[in-house]
């Protein structure tokens, strides 16, 4: 995705969106109680957290920015480690939070509805403009491409125990790889599909003693983020 694609990240985020929200659309109460491929965290739960990051990036979008940009689409997820206290503390707060809902069709339209509000902002945003989240000023097009991603990633969490669910679009699971690759420093290896690639990468899965012998160095930076 190029920097002078002015269409692309908003692109990316709608079809990555809407795969996602093609997925939550279909489930039910008692599905909404499955485990998800994120420590704790049953399908509404996760549901919960990503109709937030939704709402996170509306906030973003509609408030610009003065200050100097300090992140860029690959950049941002430098903050983001796993197994940190911020993070061990986030999975409590959106269980607490989650379990507000007593009716998981209630949450269900709010994420539907939050998730095409999202779209519907990102295609109308100046992907130059400066926007500020997280602590950090980014451009809006760089900002849309980390919801993309993280969109993709919590699909592909949101799924594992959901055989018959569609997995995420193509175009969100390049921009994951294209991010995985920037903070590498270097192109994965090209037979990791990638879904897997993107497990590795945040993760969600291991590398095997082979695909360590084959990155060298670079497997100790593993997981690139999470």
């Known amino acids: 995705m190029s920097a002078g694609d002015v269409t692309g990240p908003a692109r990316t985020l709608r079809t990555a969106y809407e795969a ?6 279909g489930l039910g109460d008692e599905e909404s109680w499955l485990p998800t ?11 919960f957290h990503c109709l937030q990051d939704g709402r996170r990036g509306l906030v973003a979008l509609h408030t610009p920015c003065d200050e100097p940009v300090d992140r860029d689409a690959v950049t941002y997820w430098q903050d983001w480690r796993p197994d940190s206290v911020g993070a061990a503390s986030g999975r409590r707060r959106v269980r607490v939070n989650a379990s507000m809902f007593l009716d998981f069709g209630q949450l269900r339209e709010l994420y539907l509805e939050t998730l095409a509000a999202a779209v519907h902002a990102a295609a109308s945003a100046d992907p130059a403009r400066r926007v500020a989240t997280q602590g950090h000023v980014l451009t809006a097009g760089d900002l849309i491409t980390t919801l993309a991603v993280e969109a993709t990633i919590h ?17 969100g699971l390049a921009a994951v790889r294209a991010t995985l690759d920037g903070l590498l420093g270097r192109p994965a290896p090209s037979e990791w599909s990638d879904t897997h690639y993107a497990r590795v990468g945040t993760g969600r899965a291991t590398l095997t003693d082979a695909e360590r012998g084959a ?4 497997a100790e930076r593993f997981p690139l983020f999470g």
Do not use: F, I, N, Y
């Not at 996602?20 to 659309?25: L, R």
């Not at 969490?157 to 193509?170: E, H, Q, W, Y």
């Open 20 to 25: 996602a929200s093609s997925v939550v659309a």
């Open 37 to 47: 491929g994120c420590t704790g965290w049953a399908v509404r739960d996760l549901v």
């Open 155 to 171: 699909h592909l969490d949101m799924v594992v125990r959901l055989p018959g669910a569609a997995g995420p679009s193509a175009e």
């Open 215 to 218: 990155l060298g160095a670079a």
